[in-house]
């Protein structure tokens, strides 16, 4: 895994706006928690009986030695986690009510973190490379991901990329066109897929992200997922849950796609393993604290509903052919 690593300080409430004014405002629960997407997926692995070692960067600071303290309790390698002495670990407020979050994030020591601290003889080792938050550490890791990644494919790893959310706006350049096309799997939620394809639809988005032949799921949070890539399209859904807390879901989705799909599983399998593991996560406060083993996941999975249709793009190439 690599990416962000930064404690959550998570406020839960039905209604967690602030009053300002210098008003006091009382709310259900403030917790410290292990924040951060790359952090919460090599959790979420790890509890699912995966190898996971995480690369990141981290201040010397008590923020730091939390994160570092709960990944290795969680089996995560950390060894390669960067400390840098003069910056403080980035930190972040989740404002959470049920399916419904604010985030604030200061950045800090994440933002330190490039290509040429991923150690080769980890990135050697790997069958899988993960990548969360490529926006957060787009001009820090972004000029050598493209590299990074297509050396983990030549060393016979797969790979795989969250961007998450763009908070400049810009949602990429060149930089970015070069990292997706190493991509092996680009998970983008729904919202995120209809800014990275600039499509007005879920359908064109689709068909935009799988037209270069890399495989892509898109999370629709409750609603399940849409798996493609050139050739077929399937979605996936589980019965509807109530959550507690929805951080960190996605990321947690993420961590079962991948174990299922080292597992051998195929797509929507994997897919089902994912929103399984996702959905699980949501019956507790932060991204990790319900993250489920897995057998349990798996029993979940089992009731996973799917439905399979035309390939991205063919509805438009069927209506061209009339």
Same mark, same amino acid.
């Given at each position: 895994?690599l990416?962000?690593?930064?404690?959550?300080?998570?406020?839960?409430?039905?209604?967690?706006?602030?009053?300002?004014?210098?008003?006091?405002?009382?709310?259900?629960?403030?917790?410290?928690v292990?924040?951060?997407?790359?952090?919460i997926?090599?959790?979420?692995?790890?509890?699912?009986?995966?190898?996971?070692?995480?690369?990141?960067?981290?201040?010397?600071?008590?923020? /730091?030695?939390?994160m570092?303290d709960?990944?290795?309790?969680?089996?995560?390698?950390?060894?390669?986690?960067?400390?840098?002495?003069?910056?403080?670990t980035?930190?972040t407020?989740?404002?959470?009510?049920g399916?419904?979050?604010?985030?604030?994030?200061?950045?800090?020591?994440?933002?330190?973190?490039?290509?040429?601290?991923?150690?080769?003889?980890?990135?050697?080792?790997?069958?899988?490379?993960?990548?969360?938050?490529?926006?957060?550490?787009?001009?820090?890791?972004?000029?050598?991901?493209? /590299?990074?990644?297509?050396?983990a494919?030549?060393?016979?790893?797969?790979?795989?990329?969250?961007?998450?959310?763009?908070?400049?706006?810009?949602?990429?350049?060149?930089?970015?066109?070069?990292?997706?096309?190493?991509?092996?799997?680009?998970?983008?939620?729904?919202?995120?897929?209809?800014?990275?394809?600039?499509?007005?639809?879920?359908?064109?988005?689709?068909?935009?992200?799988?037209?270069?032949?890399?495989?892509?799921?898109?999370?629709?949070?409750?609603?399940?997922?849409?798996?493609?890539?050139?050739?077929?399209r399937?979605?996936?859904s589980?019965?509807?849950?109530?959550?507690?807390?929805?951080?960190?879901? /996605?990321?947690?989705?993420?961590?079962?796609?991948?174990?299922?799909?080292?597992?051998?599983?195929?797509?929507?399998?994997?897919?089902?393993?994912?929103?399984?593991?996702?959905?699980?996560?949501?019956?507790?406060?932060?991204?990790?604290a319900?993250?489920?083993?897995?057998?349990?996941?798996?029993?979940l999975?089992?009731?996973?509903?799917?439905?399979?249709?035309?390939?991205?793009?063919?509805?438009?190439?069927?209506?061209?052919?009339?």
């Amino acid at each position: 895994m690599l990416g962000d690593c930064n404690p959550d300080v998570l406020v839960l409430d039905g209604d967690v706006t602030p009053a300002f004014g210098q008003q006091e405002k009382l709310v259900g629960s403030i917790d410290l928690v292990v924040g951060g997407s790359a952090a919460i997926t090599a959790v979420a692995a790890a509890r699912l009986g995966l190898n996971v070692a995480l690369v990141a960067a981290v201040g010397a600071d008590p923020a /730091g030695a939390f994160m570092l303290d709960q990944l290795t309790r969680e089996g995560v390698d950390v060894g390669a986690v960067v400390i840098r002495a003069q910056t403080p670990t980035g930190m972040t407020v989740a404002l959470s009510r049920g399916r419904d979050r604010a985030i604030l994030t200061a950045l800090g020591a994440m933002t330190s973190l490039t290509a040429a601290d991923v150690p080769g003889t980890l990135l050697a080792r790997a069958r899988h490379v993960h990548v969360s938050s490529y926006f957060l550490l787009e001009d820090s890791l972004g000029p050598g991901l493209a /590299g990074l990644l297509s050396a983990a494919r030549a060393g016979g790893a797969t790979t795989s990329l969250d961007t998450n959310w763009d908070p400049s706006g810009r949602w990429g350049d060149e930089r970015l066109a070069a990292a997706i096309a190493q991509t092996d799997l680009l998970l983008p939620n729904e919202a995120e897929a209809l800014r990275l394809s600039g499509a007005g639809s879920l359908d064109d988005a689709v068909s935009t992200l799988a037209a270069a032949g890399r495989r892509l799921v898109v999370k629709l949070g409750e609603r399940g997922v849409v798996c493609a890539d050139r050739s077929a399209r399937h979605e996936v859904s589980l019965p509807a849950a109530t959550p507690v807390d929805t951080t960190g879901a /996605g990321d947690c989705f993420n961590a079962g796609l991948i174990a299922g799909l080292l597992q051998g599983l195929a797509l929507p399998a994997a897919a089902a393993l994912g929103c399984a593991t996702g959905a699980l996560s949501t019956g507790g406060l932060g991204g990790t604290a319900s993250a489920p083993d897995l057998p349990t996941a798996a029993r979940l999975a089992a009731l996973a509903s799917e439905t399979s249709g035309m390939p991205p793009g063919a509805h438009e190439r069927f209506r061209n052919k009339k």
